[in-house]
């Protein structure tokens, strides 16, 4: 069983930045494909960046690209997602997701996190 602990959201000005982490437990997720989902208030989960075992492919949706960096350091079992340039927008719950299998945009990966919350001000 893997369980997903995300952390480093919280509130910041449009314009600036956050990195969010994802550490996993329970065993290896170092052949796992990772991603990040968001949900708005009032909006249903969306896809937001994953990338494959060793972070050499990746994938991003649209309203993040070139903004967001998905990234994963296997030594330590974790996912990272640096976000720059914010807009207010971006604001969400932010999840971390697993899955034994690579389906980058999906939303039925095996595992999730609880969430992190990112709130953007104007």
């Known amino acids: 069983q893997v369980q997903l602990f995300e952390s480093g959201g919280g509130l910041v000005q449009a314009g600036g930045s956050l990195r969010l982490s994802c550490a996993a437990s329970g065993r290896s997720v170092s052949s796992y494909a990772m991603g990040w989902f968001r949900q708005a208030p009032g909006k249903g989960r969306e896809f937001v960046a994953a990338c494959n075992w060793n972070g050499g492919r990746t994938w991003y949706a649209d309203p993040v690209k070139d903004r967001f960096t998905i990234s994963r350091d296997n030594a330590k079992n974790t996912v990272y997602l640096q976000m720059s340039r914010l807009k207010k927008e971006d604001t969400a719950v932010y999840y971390c997701?697993?899955?034994?299998?690579?389906?980058?945009?999906?939303?039925?990966?095996?595992?999730w996190g609880q969430g992190t919350q990112v709130t953007v001000s104007s």
């Open positions: 997701a697993a899955n034994p299998a690579l389906i980058p945009q999906a939303g039925d990966y095996d595992y």
